[in-house]
C-alpha cells in the first residue's frame, strides 16, 4: 500500500515561520492535501495541490511540492497559537476511493 | 445539519459486547467514508460508501466490522465482539462524488475497550 510518512512533533515559538514535511511512495498521487485537526475535532481541509503543480499559496499558507523527491511541505508565515492542532498530510490518485493519511504532525506553537 | 455529524460521542465498552455507531453525513453528499484514527498513528481507511455502488470494504480490519448505508444517507459501523485492539476514534466523512472532492469529517466517535 502507500506510505505517507511525517515527522510527529515539531514545536515553534510564536511569529516564526513553521515548515511541516511529508513524503509519500505513490508516483501516481495526483493530489495532495494538508488537513489539521484541532483538539476533539473532526478533520479540516486546509489547502491541496494537483501534482502538476510545484507551489500553492493561500494567505499564510504556503505548500511546495518536489514530485521527483515525493516530498510535500506546508509553510505557515507568522505561526499564531491558534494555529496549534495536528496536520495531516494525505494523497489520492484518480479512480482511488479514499485518500492515505500520514501520522500526522502535533504543531506547538509557543508564546 | 450543516456538517456531517457523529453519534456517540464517546463510547465506552467491555471487551466481547457489540458496538454500534453513526454517521449523518453532509445533505446532497452521495460519497461516505469511514476512517479509524488509532494514538500515535495516521488515519486508517475502513470503508467507502458511493451512491447505490457496492461499498468498497477494502478497508476493514476483520469480519468483525461491518457497516451499513441506509437510503444513501447515514451510515452505521458495527464491530462485533469488541476487543482492546478497537480502541480508537472512529471518524466519518463525506463527499460530493469522490475520493477527489473535498470531504468533510465529523468530529468522531472515541471507542474504548475495557
Known amino acids: 500500500g502507500e506510505d505517507v510518512e511525517q515527522s510527529l512533533f515539531l514545536s515553534v515559538r510564536e511569529g516564526d515561520s513553521s515548515v511541516i514535511n511529508c513524503t509519500y511512495t505513490?508516483?501516481?498521487?495526483?493530489?495532495l492535501y494538508w488537513y489539521k485537526q484541532e483538539p476533539g475535532a473532526g478533520l479540516q481541509l486546509l489547502t491541496y495541490i494537483f501534482s502538476n503543480m510545484d507551489m500553492k499559496q493561500d494567505q499564510r499558507l504556503t505548500v511546495l511540492l518536489n514530485k521527483k523527491d515525493k516530498h510535500l511541505s506546508l509553510r505557515i508565515a507568522d505561526t499564531q497559537t491558534g494555529d496549534s492542532a495536528i496536520y495531516f498530510c494525505?494523497?489520492?490518485?484518480?479512480?482511488?476511493?479514499?485518500?492515505?493519511f500520514g501520522t500526522g504532525t502535533r504543531l506547538t506553537v509557543i508564546p | 445539519g450543516a456538517g456531517v455529524s457523529q453519534s456517540p460521542s464517546n463510547k465506552v465498552t467491555e471487551k466481547g459486547k457489540d458496538v454500534e455507531l453513526r454517521c449523518d453525513p453532509i445533505?446532497?453528499?452521495?460519497?461516505l467514508y469511514w476512517y479509524r484514527q488509532s494514538l500515535g498513528q495516521g488515519l486508517e481507511f475502513l470503508i467507502y460508501?458511493?451512491?447505490?455502488?457496492?461499498?468498497?470494504k477494502s478497508g476493514l480490519p476483520s469480519d468483525r466490522f461491518s457497516a451499513e448505508r441506509t437510503g444513501g444517507s447515514v451510515s452505521t459501523l458495527t464491530i462485533q465482539r469488541t476487543q482492546q485492539e478497537d480502541s480508537a476514534v472512529y471518524l466519518c466523512?463525506?463527499?460530493?462524488?469522490?475520493?477527489?472532492?473535498?470531504?468533510?469529517f465529523g468530529p468522531g466517535t472515541r471507542l474504548t475497550v475495557l
Open positions: 445533505s446532497g453528499h452521495t460519497a
Open positions: 505513490d508516483s501516481s498521487s495526483t493530489y
Open positions: 466523512a463525506s463527499s460530493r462524488q469522490g475520493a477527489l472532492f473535498e470531504q468533510f
Open positions: 460508501f458511493q451512491g447505490n455502488s457496492a461499498p468498497d
Open positions: 494525505a494523497e489520492t490518485q484518480t479512480g482511488a476511493n479514499n485518500l492515505f
